[in-house]
């Protein structure tokens, strides 16, 4: 099925990208696990580089292009590069878009591999100038731009205080100053949130989370205009060598068909919990852009079209060790990184943090990024009562 944008967001979700296998009649795409593909008669004028047609895995492999589709569809990008991780999807887009000489700006609350790629290993072997913003202050962002600023990288809702960034306004500021925006779009998913209808040049999603949902594989990829694909597909996947295993991508694909209902629920569950959460005693802090009482409510209300998401971050007011302990009480709550998976969990970031002086004030003592998962809310907020309870806090 072709891009099909006519059809709405459910629709395609469920059909892009699948078709019926030519050969079988399966109505289900096969997964094709060879590294490579037949040559044609005389293959010796061929681009042995060349991300198109089938040629070889790493050039690309058919069910990458079939998630490729999927992922475009619900960006609404013109193009779309799946990598093998998010990670990859980020240090591919970095890697592909900046020489030396040029300047970024990016999210003071990103991703820690953001912050390593851009202001340790880009900075200091390739001479790109990097500047940490707080991207939820536009004179801030404004105010950094200078005459290289060639790339404004956000993430919104960011890892892990869940501040939010204006994309559209940030998109005028960015082309005004002849710079490209990229919007990492992993906490909202494009079911919540589409960066490009905003004006954003690129959306870079860790598939790894939401859009697969179950917890068991990893993806990374990049949407956006096709001149700019077509670089990032040769620089990134060919020659980097970042791609995703085939595998993988049906698996992802196969996650995504479900993204929108899984979605909703994660939206329901955690506005509810963290409407709960902040009315318990022993909670120091409930940051959840679904909040009113959060600073980026208003924004959030506009750009995030169904909900807000499933991660929340809270604090206790406790010493470290009750954290601990806290954690150790769920049940039902696993205490892992990772997040958007279909369970819900939990990681304790403590007070060490190197980039905690980044953050809010209220973050400075550690706090909990909890994902939300698709449970019945009931039962997950029985689990954080008896914990609070037997933590000795209630
Ligand atoms: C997890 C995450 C990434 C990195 O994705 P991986 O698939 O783990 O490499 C990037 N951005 C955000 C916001 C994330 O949460």
Redesign the pocket.
């Known amino acids: 099925m072709a891009q099909q944008h006519h059809l709405d967001f459910s629709t395609r979700a469920v059909h892009v990208g699948n078709e019926v296998d030519k050969e079988t009649g399966a109505i289900r795409r096969p997964i094709t696990m060879a590294n490579s593909y037949a040559l044609p008669y005389d293959p010796t004028d061929m681009n042995w580089s060349s991300a198109d047609g089938n040629l070889y895995t790493r050039n690309g492999g058919a069910n990458q292009k079939y998630l490729q589709e999927k992922l475009s569809s619900l960006e609404g990008g013109e193009d779309c590069v799946v990598l093998a ?4 999807a ?1 240090s591919g887009l970095f890697f592909s878009l900046l020489q030396t000489g040029d300047h970024v700006i990016f999210s003071s609350v990103t ?1 820690i ?1 953001v912050y390593r790629l851009l202001n340790e290993l880009f900075n200091n072997k390739f001479n790109v100038e990097t500047t940490i913003v707080d991207t939820s202050d536009l004179e801030a962002v404004k105010a950094a731009i200078r005459p290289n600023t060639k790339l404004i990288h956000i ?1 919104t809702p960011g ?1 892990p205080t869940l501040s939010i960034s204006n994309i559209e306004e940030i998109a005028k500021i960015a082309h005004q100053n002849g710079a490209l925006l990229s919007v ?1 779009n ?2 909202a998913s494009p079911y919540n949130q589409r960066p490009i209808e905003l004006g954003a040049d690129f959306v870079v999603e ?4 939401y859009i697969n949902g179950h917890g068991d594989a ?3 990829a990049i949407i956006g205009k096709k001149e700019y694909l077509d670089i990032i597909r040769a620089q990134a996947q060919v020659n980097l060598g970042g791609t995703i295993s085939p595998f993988n991508a049906w698996l992802i694909m196969r996650g995504a068909v479900t993204l929108p209902l899984r979605m909703q629920r994660h939206n329901d569950n955690a506005l509810r919990i963290a409407r709960w959460l902040e009315k318990q005693p022993e909670i120091s802090f409930v940051a959840y852009p679904g909040l009113e009482s959060n600073k980026g409510y208003e924004i959030a209300e506009k750009q995030m079209i169904n909900g807000f998401g499933g991660v929340l971050s809270f604090g206790l007011k406790a010493d470290h060790d009750t954290h601990n302990r806290f954690v150790q009480n769920l049940n039902i709550i696993t205490s892992a990184v ?2 958007g998976h279909d369970e819900s969990l939990i990681v304790f970031l403590g007070e060490n943090d190197e980039r905690q002086y980044l953050y809010p004030e209220e973050f400075h003592n550690g706090f909990f990024r909890f994902s939300v998962g698709i449970e019945d809310a009931d039962d997950l907020i029985e689990d954080l009562r008896q914990a609070l309870q037997y933590t000795g806090l209630q």
């Open positions: 991780s998010g990670v990859a980020l991703y591999a993430e890892n990492d992993t906490f860790s598939l790894t989370k990893m993806g990374g990772s997040l």
